[in-house]
């Protein structure tokens, strides 16, 4: 009877297959997604707040997944500038804690808002199953008359006041000229007299 015997491989056999696994590499492995937990801006990017008013923009953010899938019961938080144009929420606070919706959503509203000017951005943060990100919504804060609340006078631009004193004074001024014209060798008309003041224009006859 014959055995097969086993027999070595020569070492330059060995030398080959060590340069082709330097060369090729070890092999590939699957590799994770891409992505993770991605939070967008709904509304408020860009709004411009009245201080002085009551009732401004809100701010809504979306907690989505690398597939764009909202989340619901994602952890919310939003942060307002310390000093300069900034103000507080509702709670008194300059952070202001949440959660998502059924829609992904989270929304702060009902800021009180400092009476400084100027550029203002809010900071916003996101978490949910280990993974965390932020924006940042850019937001302009100025000074503007009350709407609520006042006068009707007190929300009217200075141009719209004078524009309305000069057409006052120009139709007391023609109707002088009207009644010039017409009373021939009677008793003249008195002109009347335009008062203007700084809020007000009022038209009445000599005293």
Same mark, same amino acid.
């Given at each position: ?7 070595? =491989? ?32 709904? *509304?408020? $990017? ?11 923009? *809100?701010?809504?953010?979306?907690? *989505? $997944? *690398? ?58 943060? @996101? ?38 004193? =000069?057409?006052? @004074? ?34 009445? @006859?000599?005293?």
């Amino acid at each position: 009877m014959h055995f097969l015997s086993m027999t070595k =491989a020569p070492p330059s056999f060995v030398l080959i297959v060590l340069l082709l696994t330097n060369l090729l590499g070890p092999p590939a492995t699957a590799q994770p997604p891409s992505g993770g937990l991605q939070l967008l801006i709904v *509304e408020g $990017d860009g709004a411009i707040n009245n201080v002085k008013q009551r009732v401004n923009r *809100e701010t809504i953010v979306q907690v *989505e $997944d *690398e597939n764009h899938r909202p989340i619901a019961g994602a952890a919310v938080i939003f942060f307002l500038p310390n000093q300069g144009p900034g103000g507080t929420f509702p709670n008194g606070s300059t952070t202001f804690t949440t959660t998502t919706n059924a829609q992904g959503q989270a929304t702060v509203r009902g800021i009180q808002y400092n009476q400084q000017a100027g550029p203002m951005q809010m900071r916003v943060t @996101a978490s949910f199953g280990g993974q965390t990100a932020s924006l940042i919504v850019n937001q302009t804060n100025m000074i503007g008359p009350a709407t609520a609340g006042g006068s009707s006078s007190a929300g009217m631009s200075a141009g719209t006041k004078w524009l309305i004193i =000069a057409a006052i @004074a120009g139709g007391a001024a023609a109707a002088g000229i009207v009644a010039g014209t017409h009373g021939g060798g009677s008793t003249a008309t008195p002109t009347p007299t335009v008062t203007i003041t700084a809020g007000s224009a009022t038209v009445g @006859a000599p005293q």
